[in-house]
Structure formats: C-alpha cells, structure tokens
C-alpha cells in the first residue's frame, strides 16, 4: 500500500486533500452546531417560551415535552418517556451530548424539523427552494463568466479606447453591491416602466407546473434576477481576467512568441490558456458560493429560492432550518473547493509536478 | 511614490469621490438640523424644500436618517477595516516568517476559515447575539471573518520576504523575531497593507448593509444597510418612494466604488508590472 501511493503522487495528493476537507467539514458542523448557542439564551429556551405563550398549562407542557424529545434536548428512558427530576423538571442532556446526536444527524443528512413550519422537515423546506436558486443563478453565473472574460481579455489585448471606456464600467457594475443593483433594476424596469413584475417567482394565480402558461410567468419574472446577478458577475470576471492578460502579455514568452513572428491568433491562444487557469478557479468557487452568494438577490425580489427561505427563517428565528441552510451552504462551498483542487492539479502542469516533486 | 498615485486619474477620481462621502457624512449637519427620533411629517412625504429627501415610513426626515447611517456605516468600515487587516497580517507574517509547524498550523487555520463562507459564520452570530447587537459588535465580528484572504496574501509576502539579504543580515546582528518583523520585514509590506485596508473596509461596509438587508443588522443605531432593509420592508418600492431607498443606494455604491478604485489604481502604481 506504501509503496503503491508513492508511486501515485496524484491519488496521494487527492486522498491528502480528501482527508484535509473532511476534517474542514466536521469544524464546519461544528461551528453550525455551537456559533448559535454563543448567546445568552438558547434558541430553544426563546422557542420553548413563545410556544407556551398561548396555550394553557397542560398543553403547553405536552408541547414544551414533545419539542425538548425533538431536539434531542433530554434525557429519554427506553419506553421514549421523558426523565424527569424530582420536582418535574426533565433531565437535561449534556451540550456534548447534543453535539454527538447532531453530529450523527447531519452525516446521515437528517436536518431536523423547522420550528415555524413545524412538522415539515428541513430537508423538504429545502428541497422545494433549492430548484428555484439553481434555475436563477446557474445560467446567470455561468454566461457572466464567459461573457465576462471574453470582454476582459478583449480590454486587455486591444486596450486604447474599448479598455478606456470598458474598464470603468466594468469597475462600476463590480462596485455595485447585489442588493443595490437590485433595488436600482426594480425601481427602475418594474415601478418606473411597469416592463416586468417586481417581485416573486412566478404569478400567484397560476398552478405550478410544466405547463406553458406556468413557464412563460416564470420566465417573465426571471429577467429581471438573471440580470442583476449577471451583470455583477460579468463586472467581475471582465476586471479579473483584464489584470490576468495583462500580466502574462507582459510575459517573456509573448514577447519572443512576437520577435518570432508567429501569428496573432496563436499568441493570443498561449496567452488565453495561461490566464484562464486562474479564471476557471474562480468559476468554480463562484459556482459553489452560488446557493448562498446572492441571498440578498433573491431576498429584493422575493424570489422562492434559498435566500428567501433563509431570511424568513431569520426572522421567524427557526433556528433548524437556519442551521439547516448554512450547512448546506458551507457543503457547497467544501465540495467546490475540494473539485477545484483537484481539478487544477490535472490542469496546471506546474501543480501536478510538485506533487511528483514532494513524494 | 506618493507623487506617482497623485498622478493617476483614477486615484484622484477614487479619493475626490470618497472625500464626497465625508463631506455628507461631516459637513451636512452644519446646514440642516439633525433628528433621527422626531417625526417630522407624515409616511413617506417626498421630497420638499424643508426636507430635501422626504420622510420614511415613520415621517422621519430622510436626510438625517442618511447623515446618521452613513457615519454608521463608515464606522462600522474603519473599525472592520482595522480588525481584518491586524489579525490578517499578524497571522500572515508570523506565519510566513517562522515557517515550520507553526506556519503549517497557522496556514491550515486560515485555510479553514477561508472556506466555510464568511457569510455562513456571520448570520449564525448575528442571530445568536439578538439583544445585544450593538454597532460595534457587528463591526467586530466582521471583522474577525474576513481577515482570511489577508493572512493568506500576507503569508505569500513574508515567506518569500524572509530570504532576502537584509533579513539574514538583521539576523545575524542578532535582532529577535519581534525586531525583525516591525523593522525589517513589516516596511516594505507597507503599501500592500494598506491597499489590503482599503479592500478590507469597503468589504465592511458592504457586509454590514448585507447582514441589515437580512434584519440582523444593529439594534443601537441607523445604517446605510438598515434604511434600506427598512424601506424595502415597509413597501417603499412598490408605493414608488424613490426617496426612501435610491439615495442610500447610490451612497453604498458611491462608497464602494470609491474605495475599489482606490485599491486598484495603488495596486497599478505600486506594482510596475501592470504599469502600461
């Protein structure tokens, strides 16, 4: 086996950085389990207090009951009745405990139960959200990119007069925080010119469905979204891909490709391979980031993604499903880094040979 | 040096644009009188010569709610700005000068922190804090998410710093790791610390009026990011109150902008490489 990775430096890079992350994503459930119970008071002493608000006694103890067995905030004999002390109060678990049951919970991909929407599970509020934040923010990051970068190496290789008036731009749409852009886009194309609705998924009065009246609602409050992370994105990439080109024009290898004499087109090959590396990191972190990146995106417009599902959460103080969300966020982002990883290490034959280099 | 960024148009124009921003933030409350508790009118009056924003859905007047957010917000910047950029950089070039163990461990820290969104960690504190989340505290907690990307900068710097020949010198002269980092190594990160501070404070910024935007913004004063949760919340797009969100938009924006400008026409100065 020793000698079998070491003649493998790849698979034993991988397995190295395979190891690395799974080590980052039990801090990471851990960060989930303990940054909320930092407070002063536990969220399930809040939740305990306003689910007794309404209700008498005796059902507000059988409620109180039900959701400390729930959370997994008590000790339970093995007939599944509560432990209680002496005086009536139920035996608390220890905060480690807790910690184990969570922990073993979340592996398995069990998420809990939402407090607001009480017995619907996390993963069904979850499941039913996911789809809408894919459909809007996948294409929108995707083309951004692309369009992005072309721009950016077009700005960099002709510079004079389309970097002059491209750059600034580009600066500005990247200044333009997500949340102003969409405001700006609402006020500007829903309120102003009425040209498209302001906010939602799709039209309330329509079934939802693969129906064309259903797609073509969807698709008309898609515009306006798509845009606005689009246009971001494309700031972004095109300011970013402009510095990479730059740099490697710059380059003793373009410079002598040049004194050779060898074409434009392939120069500008050479030099576009070499600076898109980075940009291909990029895209992938962006796609990873993508389920919690435009949160607030889709929070302007109502849209029915994760973003609204974690600011209702938020406001409602459910605190499984916001625990829920930023474990799925922070999976994302994990897995996103971890393909990258590896990714560049097949690209870039730099990185694959210092992994020959270290064994 | 110096001379080199005043004779880059896009430094002027990122620092003329700032200094607007400061002059709104410092010079308004010698014209117009500042009361962000007083209702002065009815909901969302627009615009009048009395009051040259209107008022917010509480009749409050509009232009001293922007004078107190934007103070806030540019509080809340400076303050994140400092803490990112000390922690960053403490990290970055403690580890990066010793390297070894202590690099690997600080490094895989940084590694750590670096992937679990920083956005992830902030709503969890935020909504653990709920009573007490004071300006400050926002500020500070900012702060102490986003000096990731900094120690990681920071560390390349250092540990690439740490060959050079005046460094080795220094070391023989006999000079701890405390001297050699404030006198010899610290200096000529100069520059790039404070283009990292710059960077650092608008991401404050911005990160405070996104945390506002998902109500878990401060509970002790107004911000630029709170005018706009609040206006967003009470209909203030769909009644057409322009007054009430657009202002502090192109506020948050201008800012932003000024500072990314500002960081990029230094990061042209300073790095002859990308000099045309």
């Known amino acids: ?359 | 040096m110096l001379s080199g960024l005043f004779k880059s148009p896009l430094f002027v124009t990122g620092l003329v644009l700032f200094g607007l921003t400061l002059l709104v933030a410092f010079v308004t409350p010698w014209v117009f009188e500042i009361d962000v508790d007083r209702r002065v009118g009815l909901a969302y009056m627009p615009p009048s010569a009395e009051h040259w924003l209107g008022t917010d859905h509480l009749g409050v007047d509009l232009v001293s709610l922007h004078v107190v957010g934007l103070r806030a917000s540019l509080y809340v910047g400076l303050v994140s700005g400092v803490v990112a950029t000390i922690v960053g950089t403490v990290i970055g070039v403690y580890g990066g000068y010793k390297g070894g163990f202590i690099d690997d461990l600080l490094n895989s820290l940084t590694n750590l922190f670096l992937v679990i969104p920083s956005l992830v960690v902030l709503i969890l504190l935020s909504s653990s804090f709920e009573e007490g989340r004071s300006l400050t505290l926002i500020a500070l907690i900012i702060g102490g998410t986003t000096w990731t990307w900094t120690a990681r900068a920071v560390r390349a710097q250092a540990s690439s710093l740490k060959s050079r020949d005046h460094v080795s010198l220094a070391r023989i002269n006999g000079y701890g790791t405390f001297g050699i980092l404030t006198l010899h190594i610290l200096p000529y990160l100069l520059s790039y610390l404070f283009m990292v501070f710059v960077l650092q404070t608008a991401t404050g910024i911005l990160t405070e009026a996104s945390l506002s935007m998902l109500g878990l913004g401060p509970h002790d004063s107004v911000s630029l990011g709170r005018i706009l949760d609040e206006a967003v919340k009470n209909e203030a797009l769909l009644d057409g109150a322009w007054w009430a969100f657009l202002p502090a938009t192109l506020l948050i924006t201008l800012i932003a902008f000024s500072l990314y400008v500002i960081n990029t026409s230094m990061e042209g100065v300073f790095n002859p490489r990308l000099r045309k």
């Open chain 1, 1 to 359: 086996m020793q000698s079998f990775l070491e003649n493998h430096p790849r698979l034993r890079h991988s397995l190295g950085r395979a190891l690395w992350y799974l080590l980052t994503f039990v801090v990471a459930i851990a960060v989930n389990f303990f940054l909320p119970r930092l407070g002063e008071q536990s969220p399930i002493d809040t939740l305990i207090a306003r689910a007794g608000e309404s209700l008498d006694t005796a059902t507000a103890r059988e409620q109180e009951a039900a959701y400390l067995k729930e959370f997994g905030l008590v000790e339970v004999d093995a007939q599944g009745n509560i432990i209680r002390q002496p005086d009536g109060h139920p035996v608390r678990t220890s905060l480690g405990a807790q910690f184990v049951r969570y922990l073993s919970l979340s592996l398995q991909g069990d998420l809990g139960t939402s407090i607001l929407q009480y017995p619907k599970s996390v993963n069904e509020i979850i499941r039913a959200a996911v789809p809408w934040t894919i459909a809007l923010q996948l294409p929108a990051i995707v083309l951004g990119w692309l369009c992005g970068n072309l721009l950016g190496a077009l700005a960099a290789y002709r510079r004079g007069f389309f970097d002059k008036g491209l750059y600034p731009l580009a600066l500005l749409m990247s200044a333009v925080p997500a949340f102003c852009a969409g405001i700006l886009l609402v006020f500007l194309f829903s309120i102003e010119l009425e040209w498209f609705p302001a906010v939602g998924g799709y039209d309330d009065s329509r079934l939802v469905g693969f129906t064309w009246d259903f797609i073509a609602s969807a698709a008309h409050y898609y515009v306006l979204p798509f845009l606005s992370i689009f246009c971001i994105t494309l700031g972004h990439q095109a300011i970013g891909m402009r510095s990479m080109c730059i740099y490697e024009l710059g380059t003793d290898y373009i410079k002598y490709s040049k004194v050779l004499g060898i074409q434009e087109s392939k120069i500008l090959m050479y030099m576009f391979r070499n600076a898109m590396l980075p940009q291909l990191t990029g895209l992938g972190l962006a796609l990873g980031a993508m389920i919690g990146g435009a949160l607030i995106t889709e929070m302007i417009f109502s849209y029915p993604g994760l973003g609204m599902t974690i600011l209702t959460a938020i406001q409602g103080n459910d605190y499984p499903l916001i625990t829920g969300t930023t474990l799925l966020i922070t999976v994302t982002v994990l897995l996103a880094n971890f393909t990258v990883d590896l990714l560049i290490g097949f690209l870039d034959p730099r990185v694959a040979h210092g992994q020959r280099e270290k064994r």
